[in-house]
T-cell receptor
Framework: EPEVTQTPSHQVTQMGQEVILRCVPI?????FYWYRQILGQKVEFLVS????????KSEIFDDQFSVERPDGSNFTLKIRSTKLEDSAMYFC?????????FGPGTRLTVT | KNEVEQSPQNLTAQEGEFITINCSYS?????LHWLQQHPGGGIVSLFM???GKKKHGRLIATINIQEKHSSLHITASHPRDSAVYIC????????????FGTGTSLTVIP
């Protein structure tokens, strides 16, 4: 069965550092998403991406965040200067005809 | 402001019981998703609904668009059903933005 993959599974970084979270969506999917889940809280939408551009973004997705599809397979989320409050699980997802397929997540810890 | 409300927040059931989890939402939607989040954190999509009812094994999901309400039912519950169940809606006016409920934590006791 096709799956969304994410790397790394866990990233520890110091405050102020840049991080790049990587995702490989399912190959024939067209819509891609990033979500985050702060420990103990609900999942929050960050951004959706279609046709090589952002189609929607939430208030959380400020200038510190960017997304890119640098080649035909990878989909990345960059946080330019991490803050303590960026510590969370970050999920990538892609959508086919009906359902969303979620990756296993990257746990980001900012110290 | 919570666009998506779920109830109950926590649910404990005996194995074999019939379980219902409810989701109400306040925005116009193009689709509603039921998701399952395992204790390790992974998220699995169970259903995507835009109308009516869907069934997959012991799981049934229904949606009433007029009442802005959806239910997830689990028949003959089993301890392996223990997980957090999350309702998420794709808002109609922002085509690809999703709003998530806080989840219902289900524990099924043998």
């Amino acid at each position: 069965e096709p799956e969304v993959t994410q790397t790394p599974s866990h990233q520890v970084t110091q405050m102020g550092q840049e991080v790049i979270l990587r995702c490989v969506p399912i190959s024939n999917h067209l819509y891609f998403y990033w979500y985050r889940q702060i420990l103990g809280q609900k999942v929050e939408f960050l951004v959706s991406f279609y046709n090589n551009e952002i189609s929607e973004k939430s208030e959380i997705f400020d200038d510190q965040f960017s997304v890119e599809r640098p080649d035909g397979s990878n989909f990345t989320l960059k946080i330019r200067s991490t803050k303590l409050e960026d510590s969370a699980m970050y999920f990538c997802a892609s959508t086919g005809a009906y359902e969303q397929y979620f990756g296993p997540g990257t746990r980001l810890t900012v110290t | 402001k919570n666009e998506v409300e779920q109830s109950p927040q926590n649910l404990t059931a005996q194995e074999g019981e019939f379980i219902t989890i409810n989701c109400s939402y306040s925005v116009g939607i193009s689709a509603l998703h039921w998701l399952q989040q395992h204790p390790g954190g992974g998220i699995v999509s169970l259903f995507m609904l835009s109308s009516g009812k869907k069934k997959h094994g012991r799981l049934i999901a229904t949606i009433n668009i007029q009442e802005k309400h959806s239910s997830l039912h689990i028949t003959a519950s089993h301890p392996r059903d223990s997980a957090v169940y999350i309702c998420a809606v794709r808002a109609e006016d922002t085509g690809n933005q999703f709003y998530f409920g806080t989840g219902t934590s289900l524990t099924v006791i043998p």
